[in-house]
Structure formats: C-alpha cells, structure tokens
C-alpha cells in the first residue's frame, strides 16, 4: 500500500485507464466473434434455409404438373398435353440442382431430397413412362387403364417424401433462429457489460479526481488566496499525490522569493520616493530656467537687437558719410565694426530660428513640395541671379509638414549650393524626389565644390565650419536648421558621398499613405516603377528640368523681386535670402 501512495497521478490514472481499457478489448472482441455468428445464422435463415423451403415447394408443384400431364395426355392422346411434363421435367432439374448448392452443412435435409428424387424418378420409371408410351401406341383406352390406385398410392408417396423433406428444412430454420436469438442476446449482454465497466471506471475516476486532485488543488488555493490577500508571512503545505507535493512547495519557494522581493521593494519605493522629491525640485528648477530662457529669446530679439541694429545703422553712416575722408585704417576699422553687426544680428537671428523649430507649430497639413519649390526659387532669386546659378526640380510629392520650416529647409539647401560654387563655374542645382518604402527621399544635387567623406557627418553640427568665414560667409547654422527641421517631421538627413562631382545632401520625409498603397498596386501590376511617376534623383522627369513654378522647358534662373536690403549689403547679403513664415531662412 505503501508503494502505491508513491504513485503519482498520471501513473494512476494510466492503471486506471490500462484495466478498462483491456476489458473493453476483450469485450470488443467477444462482441465481434458474437456479431460474426449471429450474422452467419441470420444469412441461414434469409439466405439458405429460405430459398430452401420455397425451392421444395417449387419441386413439388413440378411434379404436380408432370402428373396432370400424364393424365392429360392419357384421356386426350394429344402430344400437346406432354408439354408441362418435359417443361416440369426440366424444372425439377434446376430446382434440385439449386438446392444441392445450399445444403453444404445440412446433410439431413440432402438425404431427404435424395429420397424425394429416388421416388420421383421411381414413379417416373412404374407410372409415368408407361402411360406415355401405353396411350402412344395402343390408345387413351388402354393408356387410362394404368393409371390405378397403387400408381395414385406411388405418387402418394413421393408427395409424402417431399413433405419430408420441407419438415426437415422447418427443423433446421427453427434451429437457426434459435441461434439468432440466444447470439442477439449474448451480443446484448456483451454491450450493457461494457457499459457497467465504463459507467463503473468512469465512477472510479471520478470519486479518486476528488480525493486525489480537486481537494487537494482546494485545499492549496486556500493557501494561496490568503497568501494573495497580504499574509506574506503564511507558509503553504500540500497533500495528495507527489505532483501536488512538489507543486505546494514550489509555490511556497515562491512566496518566499515574492516576500524577500516585496522587502526589496519597500526600500525601492522609499528610495524612488526620495528621488521623486529630488525630481520634482530639479523640474521646478527646469520650469524656472526656461522661464528665464523664453525670457531671454525675448530679450535677444527685442531688447538686444535694437542696440544691435543702432550700432550697425551709425557704423554704416559713419562709412558712408566719411568714406575716404579718414586713413586707410580708420576706414578699415568701421568696416569691421559693419561686418561685426551685422554678422552679431544674423547670429541671434538663426539662433532665434533655430531655437523655435518644433516650438512654435502652426500643426501639421498637406504640403506641395511643387508649390515650396516656386517660394524657394521666389526667396533665392536675387543669390540665383548675382552667381549666374539655375535652379531646376522635378516633380515634387505631397507631404505632411508644416510649410514654411520645410520652405525654409530647401531654402537653406539650395542657398548653401550656390554659396559653395566653384570658381568660374555657373552653379546649376538640381532637386529632385523618389518614393523609396515608406518615405520621400529629397535630394539637393549641386555642382559645386563637394564635401569630404571624412567631414558629412560634422556638417551638421551648429556653428561647424570647414572654411573661414573670409572665404565663404555665414554663421555656420543652416545646415544644423535642416537637420532639425528634417528631424522634426520624422525624417533623417546625410550626405550622399558617392556623388562623382559637387555635393548631393538628401533627406526623408514620410510619404502619405495613398502614395505607398499607389505605388504598391503599380509594382503589383507591373506598371511604372514604385517612385509614382516622381523624378529619379538626378533627373529632371520626363519632360525635362522645370523652373519656377514647376514649368518644362529650357532651364532658366528662377527669378524674384530683390528689396532694398539686398542691394544695399551686396552678393553677401542678396545671399541671405528673406523671411519664411517665423523662421528666417538662412545660409550656413
């Protein structure tokens, strides 16, 4: 007994399941074996003893009609008569012959057909032929003169013999149903056997779930609910087979593990409480800080440039008015007193720019990069004439974005390839897009003096510079705005290094939905290529490079009004370009 308390669960229920299942096969094929004779038993009866009994009665109706033939014949003497003799004859025949095939395993009922065919074939051979060949020869008179009582009494005795032998064919039908019977019922008490050890294990299983697993499982989740309900400190047993043994104290090692957390836990909370509190100082001071930082933009781009541009305004008088009339060196000296103003204003400028990207949002719609290319060369016009540059695109997608930060991106793009022309070489700039998965990728080609590898990345950074600010002007901020601006509507910017002449800096911005689902369709139909019909970076489209407001054509140099500022500084200043909404477009 000892041995199988050890058991564990599946091993009894294997047991279990094992000894029904090896009674139900054993009562399976007793049923079978039973099924097997009751069907042979029901085959005698429909298909042997049956057919039997109706052949027998057909064997005597046979002889019947050989009988009134005979007697036929011998009263009218007609051969015509003789006809249901022969025919009968000839049925005789087959019906003993079918019969013969269907007594293999009934030799009594062969021994009484044999008799039945011995008489026959006697009164045949005593009555029949006789009076045949009586009337043939000697007339009805003579031939009706054999037919007497004792040939009445033969044919008696052949009907007596078939009688016989339908008795005999009665015994052993009787016998088969008797056999039908007693294998139905055997096969009937074989199925309610099987059900009572179903119904038997089924209560058996039943009755050891509840002992071995259902109380014990309650008894545990017992232990376990006031575990859950906060008493840590509750140590969990278990009972019933090994399995849930080991289960219970696998779930108190639990408990333990949870309880040592839980006191890891506390001090955790106390900790990050205090670090809360240390938080929540350091936001207040942040709070504060930025404060004093829009506090201080507001200074830089009211109250700073105002002195700024007073200082600038007098040194450019100053420049005017006595221009030439003061040494070399005093003119030399107010010219850096301009140059240092000026270049003061641009800098809070494009700091204030670039400080209010993503700050100040006027919310994200449907942009026409077609439309900002026409402000772009609008803006750039005046930079575009004084280098002799042109500016070119193809067709350009719609995006979401907010349009004057994406204006004043292609504003600086551009502005930057033609400030970094090569000498005696008319610039030519070319943008272009191409749907590349889910993203525009925008591309600023130019043909100037290129960038090294070693140096794309450090482009990007404020205030970066890779020339003096004698050889190429600028605050060194315009391309950090792109970055930003770029990176503010999820896109990312670098420069293509494998360009064979100039400097080509392309960008991603995240294609509408419709575009990808379009082209998508178009690359499973086999149509266009998947860019939707936009320009392959490096090409002008289709029908060539456009101008201006997207028109085809000659290349021309995008024009635009130049105001008096412009004209005022120089190619420096006509550089520059305006403004685009808040922020004002530079050149780094």
């Known amino acids: 007994m000892t041995g199988v308390r050890e058991w564990t669960l599946r091993q009894r229920v294997v047991t279990l399941l094992a000894v029904v299942a090896v009674l139900l096969v054993g009562l399976a094929g007793g049923a079978v074996a039973v099924a097997a004779k009751n069907r042979t038993h029901i085959d005698a009866i429909l298909n042997r003893t049956g057919p039997l009994r109706v052949q027998a009665q057909e064997v005597l109706n046979a002889l019947l ?47 009484e057909l044999r008799v039945v065919e011995q008489r026959a074939e006697a009164w045949r051979q005593a009555v029949a032929v006789p009076v045949i060949t009586t009337t043939e020869q000697s007339g009805t008179a003579a031939g009706q003169a054999l037919i007497t009582d004792q040939a009445r009494q033969q044919f008696e005795q052949v009907r007596n013999a078939l009688d016989n032998l339908q008795f005999e064919i009665f015994q052993v039908r009787q016998q088969s149903a008797e056999d039908v019977r007693q294998t139905s019922n055997l096969l009937v008490v074989l199925l309610i056997t099987a059900l009572a050890v179903v119904v038997i294990a ?87 800080s930025n404060r004093d930082l829009e506090q201080f933009a507001y200074v830089a781009s009211h109250d700073l440039q105002e002195p700024l541009r007073k200082v600038a305004s ?45 700050r100040l949002t006027t919310g994200f719609t449907e942009v026409d990069m077609n439309k900002v290319m026409g402000d772009v060369a609008g803006q750039t016009e005046a930079a575009l004439q004084y280098a002799d540059a042109e500016l070119t695109w193809g067709e350009m997608p719609v995006v979401r974005g907010e349009e004057p930060l994406l204006t004043n991106l292609l504003a600086n793009l551009v502005s930057n390839s033609i400030k970094f022309r090569r000498p005696d070489v008319p610039p030519k700039v070319h ?107 490096g090409a002008t489209g289709d029908d060539g490079p456009t101008t201006g407001e997207g028109g085809t054509g000659t290349p021309e140099r995008a024009g635009g009004r130049r105001d008096e500022t412009d004209a005022t500084d120089g190619p420096d200043r006509a550089s520059e370009g305006g403004r685009t909404g808040d922020v004002r477009e530079t050149v780094g």
């Not at 408990?255 to 040592?260: E, N, P, T, Y």
């Not at 040194?315 to 060196?329: F, K, S, T």
């Not at 999820?490 to 990808?516: C, K, N, Q, S, Y």
């Open 431 to 537: 943008v272009s897009a191409r749907l590349v998965g889910d993203e525009w990728e925008i591309s600023c080609q130019d043909n100037g003096i290129g960038i090294e590898p070693e140096f794309a990345d450090k482009i990007f950074v404020i205030f970066q510079r890779l020339h003096a600010k004698d050889a190429y002007p600028g605050t060194g901020i315009g391309l950090a705005i792109v970055k930003k601006i770029v990176e503010y509507h999820g896109g990312r910017v670098w420069v293509d290094t494998d360009t064979g002449e100039g400097t080509a800096i392309r960008f991603t911005l995240p294609a509408l939905p419709e575009d990808v689902e379009a082209a998508a369709a178009a690359a499973d139909a086999g149509g266009p290529a998947a860019d939707g019909g936009v320009a392959e970076d």
């Open 202 to 288: 089924g209560s058996m299983l039943l009755v050891s779930l509840d002992k071995m697993v259902i109380r014990p499982l309650t008894g545990l989740a017992d232990q376990v609910r006031e575990v859950a309900e906060g008493d840590y400190r509750h140590g969990i047993t278990g009972g019933g087979p090994p399995e849930f043994v080991r289960l219970a104290d696998d779930v108190d090692a639990m408990r333990r593990k949870i309880a040592k957390d839980l006191d890891e836990v506390r001090e955790a909370r106390e900790r990050i409480e205090w670090v809360n509190s240390q938080l929540q100082k350091q936001a207040e001071e942040l709070t504060r």
């Open 65 to 111: 009609d050989q009988e009134n033939a005979v007697r036929g014949f011998a009263v009218s003497g007609d051969p015509a008569d003789l006809a249901p003799y022969d025919a009968g004859r000839a049925r005789e025949r087959d019906l003993v012959a079918s019969m013969q095939r269907l007594l293999g395993d009934y030799p009594r009922v062969r021994e």
């Open 314 to 358: 007098f040194c450019q008088l100053l420049q005017r008015r006595y221009a030439g009339q003061l040494d070399e060196r005093a003119d030399q000296y107010i010219a850096f007193a301009v140059d240092g103003a000026q270049r003061m204003q641009r800098l809070i400028n494009d700091l204030l720019a670039f400080s209010r990207i993503g």
